[in-house]
């Protein structure tokens, strides 16, 4: 079974690995995690981390743009769900 992981919790690894201050390797006992999983959470960050500072707001107006479609989804869902419930009741399906 795969481990799931915090988003804080890569962001915190991914961070001490930035450093430098300790190995991969006592990054890796420390965390309990793979090296390469580490490595992996590290790149992401790099890759990342202009995009912080490509808007003024961070990202953070991405975020709560993306937060709102899922929030609009889910109603609709949630309303078309109402929906067809209703109607199999009046068509007793």
């Not at 992996?40 to 961070?58: H, I, M, N, Q």
């Amino acid at each position: 079974m795969r481990k799931k992981f915090p988003d804080e919790f890569k962001a915190k690894v991914a961070l001490a690995a930035l450093r430098g201050d300790k190995t991969m390797a006592e990054l890796a006992a420390e965390y309990e995690v793979h090296v390469s999983q580490i490595n992996t959470w590290k790149a992401v960050v790099k890759d990342r981390l202009a995009e912080l500072f490509s808007s003024p707001s961070g990202g953070a107006e991405k975020m709560k743009d993306q937060k709102e479609l899922i929030e609009d989804l889910y109603k609709n869902v949630g309303r078309m769900q109402v929906e067809n419930n209703w109607l199999k009741k009046k068509l007793n399906i």
